[in-house]
């Protein structure tokens, strides 16, 4: 049986922070996993494989990145979804956003993200960070077994 | 008021209007036997509150029973009228106010939608002999919207405050009236304009919050791409650009640093005038010794005198009352920093015997007072950032938290001989006065208590 692809879900409605958060990740050889959704809906749509991912070859991510702030469906409610169906629960998700205000923070935990992280402005430190985050849930977590 | 098409159904004044709406008997029953849908109608008109439902051409379309018999009238003698047709004017008081002040709240709920308290209003009623009363009410007009959308109906409820209005003008008079009740007639009226100042910083502040949630958020994310992409590119062109484009690059993201700086304090600034105060005792002895360790390192170096009286206990809010003095501190050292021997004077006197003042004076680059008036503004500045680096942010912190305090602060300054920082706080906030001072930090009154 061929090793199971590792995928990253990376869900974020910017085009550039798509394109750092990739160049992020390309600088760590992590590039050739990321699937990028432009929006909320679109993320639940890749993970119960609807609309345009109905075709996609099964298999779930190892690591959601979540942006809080998108159209149609905010970052909270895609996460709101995820930790209440059992099938979807033990993806970590990493709310990846602009947002230092408490009330988000709170409000992330409070639906079960596995962490939260507030973009850095530096693109250095943000390379850090997407690296750090790349590598943490890629290679030095141990996945829930399937 | 701008005009706006009403809905065609409510433009023609209702003879006789929710006639024939009233469902059929057998349709009071929804469902199963056990629901049983009241009748409405019965309902309104038997409340004990005084309502009146307008059409938005402000014609009657009900009225409820406790409405009638305050304003002495029969419902089929109003209903279908318009309001002030129904309710005129005094004849005898031509310059009374009620209907053009009704009107203004009723054409502001028909805009905007939202409900209005009015002030208490004199608006006479006239009695059935013809003759009118004098009558003084308190109003609120709430806006009921359609299914479309449209405003279409108002609901004008009142309560009859004449009573409460003719005793305290007596007692306003000098005929004290009797006093619970003129200080009952007092508690209404102060708790109607209570009610309206809350509805509106309520909503001041709920603006407030969307709009720092729109700063961290929405002005965040163009500046991480500004910096984030002159970093790519810096990476990009590698060897490939001279000292002039890598010149140009550093500013670029400099520049997006120092905004993204910008942005922090100023959302900084604004969750301070809403964070919730924690009033407990506050040493200042303590506070200043404390932030001092703080300064260490930017004083390495240099030939910095402390002179420092012992300070009276305050009361306030711990992390604020430190950022006041992170604020006061930081600035005398830091604008003292061009003096081969900065000297920085914390003292304390006590002002027109009902305040404390603290006072933080330093002997480095002051400033010219005639742009005094700038010093507390929000990224206000008096130096070029080549000579002293700051955001303007610091001292707009230290007066906001001082006036939450219920005190205030000022300073006196001149160029190149120093600058002293004053901050007042009223008496009730100290706890333990000052010992005895030398007699130079005396303020003129001399006297410490």
């Given at each position: 049986m061929p090793a199971p692809i590792k995928i990253i879900l990376l869900a974020e409605d910017s085009p550039q922070d798509v394109e750092m958060t990739i160049t992020a990740l390309a600088a760590h050889h992590l590039v050739n996993e990321v699937v990028v959704v432009n929006d909320g809906q679109e993320a639940l749509d890749f993970l119960y494989r609807k609309g345009k991912f109905e075709n996609r070859p099964p298999g779930l991510p190892v690591v959601i990145l979540l942006d809080l702030k998108m159209p149609k469906v905010d970052g909270i409610e895609v996460l709101r979804v995820i930790k209440s169906d059992p099938a979807l629960k033990t993806i970590p998700v990493v709310m990846l956003t602009s947002s230092?205000e408490?009330h988000d923070i709170?409000r992330s935990y409070l639906h079960g993200t596995n962490a939260y992280v507030v973009k850095p402005?530096?693109f250095?430190?943000f390379v850090e960070a997407v690296k750090q985050l790349g590598v943490f849930w890629t290679v030095h977590n141990e996945p829930p077994p399937v | ?212 949630y729109s700063?961290s958020h929405d002005l965040r994310a163009p500046l991480r791409h500004i910096a984030g992409f002159?970093d790519m590119l810096?990476?990009h ?213």
């Amino acid at each position: 049986m061929p090793a199971p692809i590792k995928i990253i879900l990376l869900a974020e409605d910017s085009p550039q922070d798509v394109e750092m958060t990739i160049t992020a990740l390309a600088a760590h050889h992590l590039v050739n996993e990321v699937v990028v959704v432009n929006d909320g809906q679109e993320a639940l749509d890749f993970l119960y494989r609807k609309g345009k991912f109905e075709n996609r070859p099964p298999g779930l991510p190892v690591v959601i990145l979540l942006d809080l702030k998108m159209p149609k469906v905010d970052g909270i409610e895609v996460l709101r979804v995820i930790k209440s169906d059992p099938a979807l629960k033990t993806i970590p998700v990493v709310m990846l956003t602009s947002s230092n205000e408490e009330h988000d923070i709170l409000r992330s935990y409070l639906h079960g993200t596995n962490a939260y992280v507030v973009k850095p402005v530096g693109f250095r430190q943000f390379v850090e960070a997407v690296k750090q985050l790349g590598v943490f849930w890629t290679v030095h977590n141990e996945p829930p077994p399937v | 008021m701008n005009a706006r098409p009403l809905p065609s159904s409510l433009e023609a004044p209702e003879s006789e209007p929710g006639a024939g709406r009233s469902a059929p008997a057998g349709a009071a029953y929804r469902g199963s036997a056990k629901s049983v849908e009241p009748d409405y109608r019965a309902v309104f008109e038997s409340l004990p509150g005084l309502y009146l439902i307008l059409t938005p051409k402000l014609f009657i379309a009900d009225a409820s029973d406790a409405y009638l018999g305050a304003t002495m009238t029969r419902r089929g003698e109003i209903l279908g009228r318009h309001i002030f047709e129904a309710f005129p004017k005094n004849p005898s008081d031509p310059d009374g106010t009620g209907i053009a002040n009704l009107g203004r709240s009723l054409g502001s709920v028909l805009e905007t939608g939202v409900a209005d308290t009015m002030a208490v209003q004199q608006y006479d009623i006239r009695r059935p002999d013809g003759a009118f009363e004098e009558r003084h009410w308190s109003a609120v007009n709430t806006a009921v919207r359609g299914g479309d959308g449209q405003v279409a109906f108002i609901v004008h409820r009142v309560e009859d405050v004449t009573e409460f209005v003719l005793q305290k003008n007596r007692s306003d008079r000098g005929t004290p009236a009797p006093g619970a009740e003129k200080m009952a007639s007092e508690i209404f009226l102060r708790a109607q304009q209570i009610q309206d100042a809350n509805r509106r910083l309520q909503s001041a502040n709920e603006e407030l919050e969307a709009f720092s949630y729109s700063i961290s958020h929405d002005l965040r994310a163009p500046l991480r791409h500004i910096a984030g992409f002159a970093d790519m590119l810096r990476d990009h062109l590698g060897d490939g650009t001279d000292s002039t484009g890598r010149h140009y690059l550093e500013t670029i993201f400099r520049s997006a640093e120092r905004m993204g700086r910008l942005i922090d304090e100023l959302l900084a600034f604004s969750r301070l005038g809403r964070a919730s105060m924690e009033l407990v005792p506050v040493n200042l002895d303590q506070l200043v010794a404390e932030v001092r360790l703080t300064l260490l390192a930017e004083c390495r170096g240099r030939s910095v005198t402390w002179n420092i009286v012992p300070l009276p206990e305050v009361r306030g809010d711990l992390t604020m009352m430190r950022q006041v003095f992170a604020n006061l501190l930081g600035n005398a050292v830091k604008y003292s920093r061009r003096q081969p021997e900065a000297v920085i004077e914390i003292g304390t006197f006590r002002n027109q015997a009902t305040d404390v003042v603290i006072f933080v004076r330093d002997n480095g680059a002051g400033f010219d007072m005639r742009h005094a008036g700038k010093l507390f503004g929000v990224f206000q500045r008096l130096h070029r950032e080549s000579e002293f680096e700051g955001t303007g942010v610091g001292l707009a912190h230290v007066r906001r938290i001082v006036n939450r305090h219920g005190g205030r602060v000022w300073a006196e300054a001149y160029p190149d001989r120093g600058a002293t920082f004053y901050l007042s706080l009223p008496s009730p906030a100290v706890l333990r006065p000052a010992p005895r001072l030398p007699a130079a930090y005396y303020g003129a009154e001399g006297e410490t208590r």
